[in-house]
């Protein structure tokens, strides 16, 4: 089962920021929180994680809350390329692979 | 540093045959993992190589199985197809699980 969970489904007009919220209230003290999404049946493609702080990269920022509960991923300046679902995952019990949930539908519109 | 290439794009095979599918992981990569994908669906865990050695396995049958070589790239086989493994089916590599994983584009399966 997965151990995030995420709305199905959001809209975004383009050109305004998108914040996809996720649910990782069993999260341990050590697991990080990886975000991927996926264009249309094309591999999951890297997006950001992170562990306690805040995270900012060239594609978005990473949200966590300080008691690490839950986290939300912002994508400062949608465009319709970011139309894809977004997958919010913690690593399995043993450490070692992503459990996937079914993640957010993004449509970004014009 | 190329990526994750998977191969072939796409298969159409009949049930109750046999299919290999192959992945080439990330330059430097020693970890390399395989992902079931139905449509509609996330990514479900199959197994994981480490160092030519499985180092974990999912919910799947032991017709699913899997090589690593010595140069880290990876075979997924699937033997006695059946109509629902029907799916794209996603090889992703690694160096430190807390760098997370690299995908493959993939490699759609139909059984028909």
């Known amino acids: 089962d997965a151990k995030t969970t995420q709305p199905p489904s959001m809209d975004c007009a383009e050109g305004r920021a998108a914040n996809l919220p996720c649910n990782h209230s069993?999260?341990?003290?050590?697991?990080?929180v990886y975000w991927y999404r996926q264009i249309h049946s094309q591999g999951p493609q890297y997006i950001i994680h992170?562990?306690?702080n805040n995270e900012t990269n060239e594609m978005a920022s990473l949200i966590i809350t300080e008691d690490r509960k839950s986290s939300t991923l912002i994508l400062p300046h949608a465009t319709l390329r970011d139309t894809a679902v977004y997958y919010c995952?913690?690593?399995?019990?043993?450490?070692?692979?992503?459990?996937f949930g079914p993640g957010t539908r993004l449509s970004v519109l014009p | 540093e190329t990526g994750v290439t998977q191969s072939p794009t796409h298969l159409i095979k009949t049930r109750g045959q046999q299919v290999t599918l192959r992945c080439s992981s990330q330059?430097?990569?020693?970890?390399v993992s395989w992902y079931q994908q139905a449509l509609g669906q996330g990514p479900q865990f199959i197994f994981q190589?480490?160092?030519?050695?499985?180092?974990g396995r999912g919910n799947f049958p032991p017709r699913f199985s899997g090589l690593q070589f010595p140069n880290y790239s990876s075979e997924l086989n699937v033997n006695a197809l059946e109509l629902d493994d029907s799916a794209l089916y996603l090889c992703?590599?690694?160096?430190?699980?807390?760098?997370?994983?690299?995908f493959g584009s993939g490699t759609r399966l139909t059984v028909v």
């Open positions: 992703a590599s690694s160096l430190s699980t807390d760098y997370g994983y690299t």
């Open positions: 069993t999260i341990s003290g050590n697991e990080y």
């Open positions: 992170g562990l306690k």
């Open positions: 995952i913690v690593m399995d019990n043993y450490g070692q692979n992503f459990v």
């Open positions: 330059s430097g990569h020693n970890t």
């Open positions: 190589y480490y160092r030519e050695e499985e180092n």
